[in-house]
């Protein structure tokens, strides 16, 4: 099966611990993403990857962090999470860089208490 | 400041009836359209994209594109209870593979 793969699912965690999420694309996709989602649906770009450099990185906090081995894994780490990080997180990957759809993986929702 | 304004925020229709969803950027560097549908608790998939000025359909979805004005509007025929779901839109310059998401309209088909 092709697919994103995120894992875990679900997250309850309290203020100011590590947690990690991690995300694997089995489609071959040379550019992955983190998104997350907020209590409205809104969708916002964390953390764009093409062939592990860096391309995007929008203005998030710097306890947030991307981590990649490989381009078919990228895993997010938040370092001392905060209640406003309480979110579901998508990651989500495309063919390529520019112009091309992406596939979302079911999302971790986090739960920061 | 978001760059992809999305209208109506919510929408009802009956089952068999016409939803007209609308998009619009505040970025003239737009080139791109896509539409993307998610249901409750799962992730977003693609429906359509649309690059080029004009009207695009796919079975009972229909796109139209307005480069001029950076309006894209998507419309679904015979809507059936499994429609009901948030609909994003989302934008991207060329060349550039991030994408700005409008917040949704949420749509509900009623039986």
């Known amino acids: 099966e092709t697919a994103v793969f995120q894992t875990p699912n679900y997250h309850v965690t309290q203020v100011g611990n590590e947690v990690s999420f991690n995300c694997k694309q089995t489609?071959?996709?040379?550019?992955m993403y983190w998104y997350k989602q907020d209590s409205k649906k809104l969708l916002k770009i964390m953390f764009s990857y093409n062939n592990k450099q860096l391309i995007v990185n929008e203005t998030v906090p710097r306890r947030f962090s991307p981590q990649s081995s490989d381009k078919a894994h990228l895993n997010l780490r938040i370092k001392s999470v905060e209640p406003e990080d309480s979110a579901v997180y998508l990651c989500?990957?495309?063919?390529?860089?520019?112009?091309?759809?992406?596939?979302f993986g079911s999302g971790t929702r986090l739960l920061v208490i | 400041q978001q760059k992809v304004q999305q209208s109506p925020e919510s929408l009802i229709v009956p089952e068999g009836g016409m939803a007209s969803l609308n998009c619009t950027s505040s970025d003239r560097n737009v080139d791109y359209f896509w539409w993307y549908r998610q249901h409750s608790g799962k992730s977003p998939k693609m429906l359509m994209?649309?690059?080029?000025?004009g009207e695009k359909e796919e079975g009972r979805f229909t796109v139209h594109l307005n480069k001029a004005s950076l309006h894209t509007s998507l419309h679904i025929r015979d809507s059936q209870p499994s429609d009901s779901a948030l609909y994003l839109c989302?934008?991207?310059?060329?060349?550039?593979?991030?994408?700005?998401f409008g917040k949704g309209t949420s749509l509900t088909v009623i039986p």
């Open positions: 989500a990957s495309s063919l390529t860089a520019s112009n091309s759809d992406y596939t």
């Open positions: 489609l071959g996709h040379d550019t």
């Open positions: 989302a934008a991207s310059r060329a060349g550039y593979q991030n994408f700005y």
């Open positions: 994209s649309i690059f080029s000025n």
